[in-house]
């Protein structure tokens, strides 16, 4: 690497690391030659984080018996569990609990470390600690980090620039403030190697050297790039049709694309992917709409079908609700001049048997009807899988989906090759095209994130070719 930097030598130290300039690279050239004899302890922020970063690790050679990978939280709760007459520890009740308070976990895992009694332990079994993605961590997550920092050489690397995950509630660090006041700047990497591996160093340089322009909050000159960044301009925010055009682009050689819209707007994701052939959404790993359906569908109840239908028609291109409850109330007075379609076949079955076998049916037909296609299958399928399970005697529709939920979450996610998305989901994935719908709805951290997730080309759908960050 050009960028010179070596995390191994400092106490404690953080490096600037911008989207694309081999971040993982030098985490993993440096677990190679690391001769403490010991593991290093790798800390993220996700599951999929977790397990990304553990394939790109063993992809470079990096043998296992030199890390440990884990999420912050999740590293958090099993320090908070093993001492818990230290930590004041009580696991949560309730037969329905679907999210963790990882609050209430970070305290008392803060409370063990303060306590000191495992200072020895760290320093045994681990050789240092790094902290990857650590613009995304929370005040209470960098009091930890500090914490262990009293115990193992600490490293942390992370960019301000794509500090995406802050709202109410969830504070982020500031970099100067917070982060470089704990540990001293020792790097910054400037190196584009994504764009200089695709072939578009101009582009990755550009990439580069808006930072400054981003960082003052100042608009962006598209007129002003290489090539390989396309103004695509449009009417307002409801031009559909131009966003259509575009978002139908494919990659050359049958590459990946990334369609980016604003976080807030979810149904604008969900039409784009609805109407645009091939495409489909990255749901969140919370999968909040299918945790609804589930909390809320009885076969047994009246009106299930409809709730099925309602349900499938956000998930499945081609699914008529209207004309599909003409047609069944035409089948059952016996007056259709036409035999029941596979989806009629299926939904009358439901009807005379309403159960979640023959709910699954109807999806599964619906989704095989001819044009028919699911845009959004990570919320389909999970919901068969539900169903599935309800067949094999699983007491709870909503438990059986958070089954599924869970081990989905901790397996990773396939992303489509025409994936639609915001921010917030496609941070950390990289494709060859970007397409950014309304960037003026983005702020200069969300901006960045979507400019840098195209190694060889990026679409900004504007209505004029200077782009007014949202402050």
């Not at 290093?40 to 018996?65: D, F, I, Q």
């Not at 930072?211 to 009417?235: C, F, H």
């Amino acid at each position: 690497m050009e960028d010179d930097v070596d995390i191994l030598v400092a106490r404690r130290g953080s490096v600037i690391a911008p989207a694309g300039c081999g971040k993982t690279e030098l985490i993993s050239t440096s677990l190679r030659g690391a001769t403490d004899g010991k593991p290093a302890l790798v800390l993220t922020h996700t599951n999929a984080g977790v397990h990304a970063l553990e394939l790109r690790l063993r992809a470079k050679g990096v043998p296992r018996s030199s890390f440990r990978v884990a999420t912050i939280d999740n590293w958090s709760l099993r320090i908070a569990t093993m001492f818990p007459s230290t930590s004041g520890f009580t696991p949560q009740q309730g037969r329905r609990r679907t999210t963790p308070d990882y609050g209430k976990q970070k305290d008392c895992a803060l409370a063990v470390l303060k306590s000191g009694i495992l200072d020895d332990p760290l320093t045994c079994t681990y050789s240092r600690l790094i902290v990857d993605e650590y613009q995304d961590c929370t005040l209470r997550q960098h009091e930890i980090v500090v914490e262990i920092a009293r115990a193992l050489p600490t490293v942390v690397l992370g960019d301000p620039l794509q500090a995406v995950f802050g709202w109410p509630g969830n504070t982020l660090v500031g970099w100067k403030d917070h982060v470089e006041s704990a540990f001293p700047r020792i790097g910054v990497l400037r190196k584009p190697w994504r764009w200089i591996n695709a072939g578009t160093q101009p582009f990755g340089e550009w990439l580069i050297g808006i930072r400054k322009t981003l960082y003052a909050g100042e608009p962006l000159d598209l007129s002003q790039a290489p090539p390989e960044v396309v103004w695509v301009p449009v009417k307002g925010p409801k031009d559909i049709e131009a966003r259509r055009q575009v978002c139908s682009v494919r990659a050359e050689g049958g590459g990946s694309v990334l369609i980016i819209a604003d976080g807030k707007e979810k149904e604008v994701q969900r039409n784009m992917a609805c109407i645009t052939p091939g495409a489909s959404t990255v749901e969140a790993v919370d999968l909040k709409d299918l945790m609804t359906f589930a909390g809320n569908f009885v076969p047994s109840e009246t009106g299930s079908l409809e709730q099925l239908l309602l349900f499938a028609s956000e998930l499945i291109t081609k699914v008529d609700q209207a004309g599909l409850k003409l047609r069944l109330a035409s089948l059952q007075k016996m007056t259709a001049r036409t035999p029941a379609t596979p989806v009629e076949a299926a939904s009358l079955h439901y009807l005379s048997s309403p159960s979640f076998e023959n709910a699954k049916r109807v999806l599964e037909a619906l989704a095989a009807k001819d044009g028919a296609r699911i845009y959004r299958p990570a919320i389909f399928y999970p919901c068969l899988d539900a169903m599935r399970l309800m067949t094999k005697g699983q007491g709870d529709f909503y438990d059986a989906a958070v089954s599924v939920r869970e081990r989905q979450r901790h397996e990773g996610r396939r992303l489509p090759r025409h994936a639609v998305g915001s921010t917030l989901l496609l941070k950390g994935l990289e494709a060859d095209v970007a397409i950014i719908l309304n960037p003026e709805k983005m702020t200069k951290e969300h901006l960045y994130v979507a400019l840098t997730r195209g190694a060889k080309s990026v679409f900004i759908c504007s209505e004029t070719s200077t782009v007014h960050l949202k402050q």
